[in-house]
C-alpha cells in the first residue's frame, strides 16, 4: 500500500484565477462597508509574526463576505463549515467557535443541507456569509498563514480533496495575497 504524505496546501492556479474576480468584490464591499460604518473592529490577538494593520488591508470577516458575493448561489456544505470555522478560529484568536457565530451556524447548514435532496431547499453560502464581519467578535487582517489555515481545512473535508474556486479559500488567499502586496507597497520606498 501507497501512502504519501500530504503535500502542504499551496496557492494554486485555481486560487489564482479567482484572485482579480474576488479583490474586486472584496473592494467593492469595502468601500460599501466604509460608508455605512466608518470604522471597523481589529483584533490584537495575532499569531507572532502576523502585522496587524488597520487601513488598506482585507479582514478576514471582509474576505468572507466576498465569498457570498462569488460563490453565495452554491450550497454550504462540509468543507464550507470546516473552511468558515477555520477562519473564525483565526480571526478571533480563540480555539473553539462562538455560539450563534458564523461557523456554528454554517456547520448547522452543512449538516441541514446533508440531508435534503433538493437545491432549493438548501442553505446557501450568501445566507450564512452576509455581514460576516459584524457577527465575528473580533477582525484581522488575513494573512498567508490564515489562508493556508483555511485551504487545508477545506481540503480535509471536501471529498475530492479540492478546493473550489470563488470558494472560502480562494476569497481568503486572494485577501492575502493582496495584503502581502499591500505590504510590500507600504515598505518600499517612495521616490520623489
Given at each position: ?48 509574526g502576523d502585522q ?32 468558515i470555522q477555520a ?98 507597497n507600504q515598505n ?5
Amino acid at each position: 500500500m501507497n501512502q504519501e504524505q500530504p503535500m502542504k496546501p499551496q496557492l494554486g492556479e485555481e486560487v489564482q484565477d479567482s484572485l482579480p474576480h474576488v479583490a474586486a468584490h472584496v473592494q467593492e464591499h469595502k468601500d460599501l462597508n466604509e460608508e455605512s460604518q466608518g470604522g471597523r473592529k481589529i483584533s490584537q490577538q495575532a499569531s507572532s509574526g502576523d502585522q496587524i494593520l488597520d487601513q488598506g488591508h482585507i479582514t478576514i470577516g471582509e474576505a468572507l463576505e466576498a465569498t457570498a458575493l462569488t460563490a453565495g448561489r452554491r450550497p454550504v456544505d462540509y468543507s464550507d463549515a470546516a473552511a468558515i470555522q477555520a477562519a473564525e478560529v483565526r480571526a478571533t484568536g480563540r480555539t473553539n467557535i462562538v455560539p450563534g457565530g458564523v461557523a456554528a451556524a454554517a456547520q448547522s447548514a452543512a449538516t441541514r443541507n446533508a440531508r435534503l435532496t433538493r437545491d432549493d431547499e438548501k442553505t446557501k453560502l450568501s445566507e450564512i456569509l452576509a455581514e460576516a464581519t459584524s457577527k465575528l467578535p473580533a477582525d484581522k487582517p488575513v494573512t498567508r498563514r490564515d489562508a493556508e489555515g483555511v485551504i487545508g481545512a477545506e481540503l480535509r473535508n471536501d471529498p475530492n480533496l479540492t478546493t473550489r474556486p470563488g470558494g472560502v479559500a480562494a476569497s481568503l488567499a486572494a485577501a492575502a495575497r493582496i495584503n502581502q502586496i499591500n505590504n510590500l507597497n507600504q515598505n518600499s520606498p517612495k521616490k520623489e
